[in-house]
C-alpha cells in the first residue's frame, strides 16, 4: 500500500509541476517551461544518483555506468527495469520503455488552450495529447540526465514518443553523449 500512495504522490507533484508551469508561470512560453522543469528533474536524478551510488565503486566506463542506469536506477525511480537498451557504439544510447508509468495514467483530457485555428477535432485533441504528453517527460529526461552527469557522462536526454499509437504509454530515450 505504501508504494501506491508514493506514486499517486509522484503523479500529482509531476501534474501539478506541468500544469504550473506551463498554464501559469510560463503560460506563453512552452519552451522555457520546458527547460525549467528538465532542470528541476535534473537536480532530483543527480541528487538520487548520487544517493543510489555512494555505496559503490565508481564506474570504470560509459557502458557499465548505462546498465546501472537501466537496471538499479531505473528500477528505484520507475519500479521496473528497461524494456531495451540499444547503441550505435558511437555514444548514443536508446532506452525503451514499453509502458512507462508516468504515463500510463494520463487522461486524453488536456487543459492545453485552442489555437482558435479550425481544424479536425481529432487531430486537434491528438495534437494537444502529444503536446501534454511531451511536457511530462521532460521531468524523466531531466532525471536521466542529471544521474548521468552526476556518473561523469555529460549527455542530452530526449524523449520520443512518436511511434506510438494513441495512449499508449511507450516511451524511447535518446542519450546523447557528444564527448565520445
Known amino acids: ?7 499517486s504522490c509522484v503523479d500529482s507533484l509531476l501534474t501539478e509541476m506541468v500544469s504550473s508551469y506551463c498554464n501559469r508561470f510560463y503560460a506563453n512560453k512552452p519552451e522555457l ?3 525549467r522543469i528538465e532542470a528541476i528533474g535534473y537536480q532530483v536524478g543527480h541528487q538520487l544518483s548520487e544517493r543510489y551510488t555512494m555505496e559503490r ?3 570504470s566506463d560509459h557502458l557499465e555506468a548505462i546498465k546501472f542506469i537501466c ?9 521496473k527495469q528497461i524494456d531495451n537498451l540499444k547503441t550505435n557504439h558511437r555514444g548514443t544510447f536508446v532506452l525503451q520503455d514499453n509502458r512507462f508509468r508516468w504515463l500510463a495514467r494520463m ?4 487543459s492545453m488552450e485552442n489555437s482558435g485555428l479550425p481544424q479536425d477535432p ?6 494537444k495529447a502529444a503536446q501534454a504528453m511531451s511536457m511530462h517527460l521532460y521531468f524523466p529526461c531531466g532525471i536521466i540526465r542529471g544521474a548521468l552527469s552526476n556518473l561523469g557522462i555529460p549527455c542530452a536526454v530526449s524523449a ?6 494513441a495512449w499508449m504509454s511507450s516511451v524511447d530515450l535518446w542519450l546523447i553523449n557528444p564527448y565520445m
Do not use: C, H, Q, Y
Not at 107 to 110: A, E, H
Not at 122 to 127: F, I, R
Open 1 to 7: 500500500m505504501g508504494r501506491e500512495v508514493s506514486e
Open 33 to 35: 517551461a520546458a527547460r
Open 57 to 59: 565503486p565508481r564506474f
Open 71 to 79: 537496471k538499479d536506477f531505473w528500477s528505484e525511480v520507475f519500479k
Open 107 to 110: 487522461s486524453g483530457d488536456t
Open 122 to 127: 481529432s487531430a486537434l485533441a491528438e495534437n
Open 160 to 165: 520520443d514518443i512518436s511511434n506510438l499509437p
